[in-house]
C-alpha cells in the first residue's frame, strides 16, 4: 500500500504541473496539450471503437507471427537439440542471420506481400523465432537423458517422441522463450505499423501526430503503455501458472 | 600440425550448400528474380558500393548514429540507475513509473520526437537513446541496489564515504549486470537506427534499403541486409571483448 502511494507521488506532480503551466500558457498547446484534453481523447477513441479496433489489428497480427515463429522454432529448436552435431554445423549460420535486425526486412517483405496481415506477421515471426529457437534448443538438451532412453525402448515415433515426451520435459523453459517472444511480437508489430504498415496502433499514432491532433497522439501513446504493462503482467502470471502445472508432471 | 574440426568444415559446408542452393533456384529462374536475386548479384553490387565509396558514407553514418545514440544512452542509463539503485526511497518512488514506461514500444516515441524536433538526426538520436536506455537503466538499477551484505559492511569499517562506496565498492560490483545490460541496448541502438533512418529518410544503411525497395532494385537491398548482419555482429563482439576485458578482475580471485 505504502509503495503504491509512493509510486505515484511523481506521475500526480507531473500531470498537475502539465495541466496548470498548460493553462497559463507556458507549454505550447499544440506540440504539448494538456492531460485533460488527453483524457477526453482516449475516452472518445474508446467509446467509437477506433482504439479498441487497432488494438485487435495489431494484436491480431503479433498473434499469428508469433504462432508461425512458435512452430517454426519450436520444431527446428526440438531437432536441432536432439541432435547436437546438426547443431553445431547449422549455429554459424543461424549466428549469421541472427544479429541482421528484424525492421531491415521490412522493404523486402513489402515487395512480397504488400501492405497487410501477411508482411507484418512475417517480420514478427522473424524477430520471433530467434529466442524461442535457442531457448528451446537450450530446453531440449537438458532433458534428462533417461527420459529418452524411455521412447527409444518404446519405439516411439518422432512425432508421438516429441509431443509425449520432449515438449513436456522442455515446456517449462521453452515457455521463458515463449514470453520473452510475446513481448517482442506486440513491439515490432507496432514498430512496423510505425513506419510502413498502415493499420493497428503504430499507424494511428502517426496519423494522430500528422494530422496535428497532439491529444489523440498521447492518449494512444498512454494506452500503448497501458496495453504493454497489462501484458508483461499477464505473461508473468501465465508464465508462473503453466510451469507449476507442468513442472509437477 | 593440427587437423581442421571436421564439424567446423561441415558447418562451412552447410552455409555454402544454402548460398549455392540460393544461387542455383536463382539462375534457373525457380525463384522470381524480383524477390530473390541471385547472392552473386548482391556480392556484385556490394563491390561495386565499395569501389565507389557510396557504400562507407552509409555504413559510416549508420554507425555514428547508433553509436552516438548508445553512448547516449549508456551514460544517462548508468548514472540515473546509481541513483535509483542505492536509495531505497528513490526506487519506491520511481519504480512504478518506470515499469509503466518500460514495455512501451521505443518507435512510438518517433511520432512525437519528429513533433518536437522534426525529421533531423537530434530525433533519431533521441529515439535510439530512449529505446536503448532501458536495458542499461534496470541492469544498473538492479546491480547497484544488490550490493553483497559483506561488502556494504567492509565500505562502512572503513569509513567510506557515499561517493567512495559508490566508486569503489557498487560500482564495480554492478558492472558485470551494467555490462549485459549494455549489450542488450546496442542490438535495441542497431533496431532503431534502422527504423529511425526509414522513417525520417536520413542518410545511412536503414534509408539504402528503404531506397533499394522504392526503386525496386531487390540486388541494392540485399547487400544492405549483409552489410547490415555484419555491423550487428561485429558491434557484438566489440562489445563482448571489452567485457570479458573490463571483467576480467573478476576471474582472478576464483
Same mark, same amino acid.
Given at each position: 500500500?505504502?509503495?503504491?502511494?509512493?509510486?505515484?507521488?511523481?506521475?500526480?506532480?507531473?500531470?498537475?504541473?502539465?495541466?496548470?503551466?498548460?493553462?497559463?500558457?507556458?507549454?505550447?498547446?499544440?506540440?504539448?496539450s494538456?492531460p485533460s484534453d488527453i483524457a477526453l481523447a482516449w475516452l472518445s477513441s474508446l467509446m467509437d471503437g477506433s482504439l479498441l479496433l487497432a488494438t485487435w489489428q495489431t494484436f491480431e497480427t503479433a498473434l499469428l507471427g508469433l504462432a508461425?515463429?512458435?512452430?517454426?522454432?519450436?520444431?527446428?529448436?526440438?531437432?536441432?537439440?536432439?541432435?547436437?552435431?546438426?547443431?553445431?554445423?547449422?549455429?554459424?549460420?543461424?549466428?549469421?542471420?541472427?544479429?541482421?535486425?528484424?525492421?531491415?526486412?521490412?522493404?523486402?517483405?513489402?515487395?512480397?506481400?504488400?501492405f497487410g496481415v501477411g508482411m507484418e506477421a512475417?517480420i514478427v515471426?522473424?524477430?520471433c523465432?530467434?529466442?524461442?529457437?535457442?531457448?528451446?534448443?537450450?530446453?531440449?538438451?537438458?532433458?534428462?537423458? *533417461?527420459?529418452?532412453?524411455?521412447?527409444?525402448?518404446?519405439?516411439?515415433?518422432?512425432?508421438?517422441?516429441?509431443?509425449?515426451?520432449?515438449?513436456?520435459?522442455?515446456?517449462? *523453459?521453452?515457455?521463458?522463450?515463449?514470453?520473452?517472444?510475446a513481448a517482442i511480437a506486440v513491439v515490432v508489430a507496432v514498430t512496423v505499423e510505425i513506419v510502413l504498415n498502415p493499420r493497428g496502433l503504430g499507424y494511428h499514432l502517426v496519423l494522430a501526430q500528422q494530422s496535428l491532433k497532439v491529444g489523440l497522439m498521447y492518449a494512444q501513446l498512454f494506452w500503448l503503455c497501458v496495453i504493454g504493462y497489462l501484458l508483461n503482467a499477464a505473461l508473468r502470471n501465465v508464465?508462473?501458472?503453466?510451469?507449476?502445472?507442468?513442472?509437477?508432471? | 600440425?593440427?587437423?581442421?574440426?571436421?564439424?567446423?568444415?561441415?558447418?562451412? !559446408?552447410?552455409?555454402?550448400?544454402?548460398?549455392?542452393?540460393?544461387?542455383?533456384?536463382?539462375? =534457373?529462374?525457380?525463384?522470381?528474380?524480383?524477390?530473390?536475386?541471385?547472392?552473386?548479384?548482391?556480392?556484385?553490387?556490394?563491390?561495386? $558500393?565499395? !569501389?565507389?565509396?557510396?557504400?562507407?558514407?552509409? =555504413?559510416?553514418?549508420?554507425?555514428?548514429?547508433?553509436?552516438?545514440?548508445?553512448?547516449?544512452?549508456?551514460?544517462?542509463?548508468?548514472?540515473?540507475? !546509481?541513483?535509483?539503485?542505492?536509495?531505497?526511497?528513490?526506487?519506491?518512488?520511481?519504480?512504478?513509473?518506470?515499469?509503466f514506461i518500460r514495455p512501451l514500444p521505443a518507435s512510438a516515441v518517433i511520432p512525437v520526437?519528429?513533433?518536437?524536433?522534426?525529421?533531423?538526426?537530434?530525433?533519431?538520436?533521441?529515439?535510439?537513446?530512449?529505446?536503448?536506455?532501458?536495458?542499461?537503466?534496470?541492469?544498473?538499477? &538492479?546491480?547497484?541496489?544488490?550490493?553483497? $551484505?559483506?561488502?556494504?559492511?567492509?565500505?562502512?569499517?572503513?569509513?567510506?564515504?557515499?561517493?567512495?562506496?559508490?566508486?569503489?565498492?557498487?560500482?564495480?560490483?554492478?558492472?558485470?549486470?551494467?555490462?549485459?545490460?549494455?549489450?542488450?541496448?546496442?542490438?535495441?541502438?542497431?533496431?532503431?537506427?534502422?527504423?529511425?533512418?526509414?522513417?525520417?529518410?536520413?542518410?545511412? =544503411?536503414?534509408?539504402?534499403?528503404?531506397?533499394?525497395?522504392?526503386? &525496386? $532494385?531487390?540486388?541494392?537491398? &540485399?547487400?544492405?541486409?549483409?552489410?547490415?548482419? =555484419?555491423?550487428?555482429?561485429?558491434?557484438? &563482439?566489440?562489445?563482448?571483448?571489452?567485457? $570479458?576485458?573490463?571483467?576480467?578482475?573478476?576471474?582472478?580471485?576464483?
Open positions: 500500500m505504502r509503495r503504491g502511494m509512493l509510486g505515484s507521488i511523481i506521475p500526480v506532480m507531473i500531470l498537475c504541473a502539465w495541466e496548470i503551466l498548460s493553462r497559463t500558457g507556458t507549454l505550447p498547446f499544440d506540440a504539448f494538456r508461425i515463429a512458435t512452430i517454426v522454432g519450436v520444431l527446428t529448436g526440438a531437432m536441432l537439440g536432439l541432435m547436437p552435431i546438426a547443431e553445431r554445423i547449422t549455429s554459424p549460420t543461424i549466428e549469421a542471420l541472427r544479429p541482421i535486425p528484424a525492421v531491415a526486412f521490412m522493404p523486402l517483405s513489402l515487395m512480397m506481400f504488400g512475417s515471426a522473424y524477430a523465432v530467434w529466442p524461442i529457437l535457442i531457448v528451446t534448443i537450450g530446453a531440449v538438451r537438458a532433458i534428462e537423458r *533417461r527420459l529418452l532412453e524411455v521412447a527409444e525402448a518404446l519405439e516411439l515415433s518422432f512425432p508421438a517422441r516429441l509431443w509425449k515426451i520432449i515438449l513436456p520435459a522442455a515446456f517449462a *523453459r521453452i515457455n521463458v522463450g515463449l514470453r520473452i517472444a508464465g508462473g501458472r503453466s510451469t507449476r502445472i507442468l513442472g509437477s508432471v | 600440425m593440427k587437423f581442421v574440426d571436421p564439424i567446423k568444415l561441415a558447418a562451412l !559446408a552447410f552455409a555454402a550448400a544454402l548460398i549455392l542452393a540460393w544461387q542455383g533456384l536463382a539462375d =534457373l529462374r525457380l525463384i522470381s528474380p524480383i524477390f530473390f536475386p541471385s547472392p552473386a548479384r548482391a556480392i556484385d553490387v556490394l563491390i561495386s $558500393r565499395m !569501389a565507389d565509396g557510396s557504400i562507407w558514407v552509409s =555504413l559510416a553514418a549508420t554507425s555514428v548514429r547508433m553509436a552516438f545514440g548508445w553512448m547516449l544512452a549508456a551514460a544517462v542509463g548508468v548514472v540515473v540507475g !546509481a541513483a535509483i539503485g542505492s536509495s531505497r526511497l528513490a526506487r519506491e518512488l520511481l519504480d512504478p513509473t518506470l515499469e520526437a519528429i513533433l518536437f524536433l522534426g525529421l533531423t538526426n537530434a530525433m533519431s538520436l533521441t529515439v535510439i537513446a530512449f529505446g536503448a536506455i532501458w536495458p542499461v537503466l534496470l541492469a544498473s538499477v &538492479y546491480g547497484f541496489s544488490s550490493v553483497q $551484505r559483506e561488502l556494504q559492511d567492509v565500505a562502512h569499517v572503513l569509513g567510506f564515504s557515499r561517493r567512495e562506496f559508490l566508486q569503489k565498492v557498487a560500482f564495480p560490483s554492478a558492472l558485470p549486470d551494467i555490462m549485459s545490460g549494455l549489450r542488450v541496448s546496442l542490438a535495441i541502438a542497431l533496431i532503431l537506427t534502422v527504423v529511425t533512418e526509414m522513417q525520417s529518410s536520413l542518410p545511412g =544503411l536503414g534509408w539504402d534499403i528503404f531506397f533499394a525497395q522504392r526503386s &525496386y $532494385r531487390s540486388a541494392d537491398l &540485399y547487400a544492405g541486409l549483409i552489410l547490415l548482419g =555484419l555491423l550487428g555482429f561485429v558491434a557484438n &563482439y566489440l562489445i563482448l571483448l571489452i567485457e $570479458r576485458r573490463t571483467l576480467r578482475w573478476r576471474n582472478l580471485g576464483t
